[in-house]
């Protein structure tokens, strides 16, 4: 009878109101989402701040790791991908780098199991940032007349053009920062409900009626421990790959021809 009371007082099918995380604190614009993103903010600037404190010529070992991120971004990535122009934009690639990595550790770490960047807002908010500095640093290298021709023009033939340019358009001012935030939300909403099908299926299946259905929540639990593990992959290739297209989008607009 009790039962029966809970499902009919619980909504069905849910709506869009049940999809977005409940406030805390009675505070509207802190979410889950929105504090686990300000602590990854604090966790970065406090570990750097304090690692580059009082720097040594032998480093320590916070400093270490400090150094060989930076250096890592610097020279794998910035210097790599952009070239010896590049080594202006590490700061801001570093930064990105590994924000958006402690921000999607956070998806494995217990009792938080979520990331910011499941959240599609912050993705887009990374994206838009980095979609502003590279057409910044393209109108300023060309001029803005000149950067439109670079990043839609392609050497073909005239009646080639008419299918080129739209398609370039849509390419260098619509789909690389649309693309650049969702594959980084996607990967992250996907592994968080992942974890969460298999967690829970595993409750599910241990207080199933039939006896033989109880053993195999083992099973779903193991499964959930081994995504966890596939999941911190996944929260490092994202970062990566997310720092590397954003490297790749400068190269483009920096680079004397198309």
């Not at 033939?157 to 690389?176: D, G, K, R, T």
Request: contains cysteine; proline residues 6%.
């Amino acid at each position: 009878m009790v039962s029966g009371l809970v499902l009919a007082e619980t909504p069905f099918p849910p709506s869009v109101e049940d999809i977005f995380p409940p406030h805390l604190f009675g505070v509207e614009w802190l979410t889950k989402f929105s504090l686990f993103l300000w602590l990854a903010v604090a966790l970065v600037l406090i570990y750097f701040l304090v690692s580059y404190r009082d720097p040594k010529i032998v480093p320590t070992k916070k400093q270490w790791l400090a150094e060989s991120i930076y250096g890592f971004v610097r020279e794998g990535v910035a210097k790599d991908v952009i070239g010896h122009e590049g080594l202006r934009f590490a700061p801001y690639l570093a930064s990105l780098f590994v924000f958006i990595l402690v921000g999607n550790i956070f998806s494995i770490i217990p009792f938080i199991q979520v990331s910011p960047m499941a959240h599609i807002a912050f993705p887009a908010g990374l994206a838009i940032c980095t979609y502003v500095l590279y057409l910044y640093q393209g109108i300023k290298k060309h001029g803005f007349a000149g950067y439109i021709k670079h990043a839609v023009y392609l050497p073909a033939p005239w009646y080639m053009q008419f299918l080129l340019i739209p398609i370039e358009f849509l390419q260098a001012f619509i789909l690389q920062p649309v693309t650049l935030a969702l594959r980084l939300f996607a990967n992250m909403f996907a592994g968080h409900m992942l974890l969460l099908v298999f967690t829970l299926g595993g409750f599910a299946l241990l207080n199933a009626e039939s006896f033989f259905l109880k053993p195999i929540s083992l099973v779903s639990w193991a499964m959930t421990i081994g995504l966890t593990f596939f999941e911190l992959l996944i929260a490092a290739l994202q970062a990566y790959v997310f720092t590397l297209l954003t490297a790749n989008y400068l190269a483009g607009v920096l680079a004397d021809e198309h």
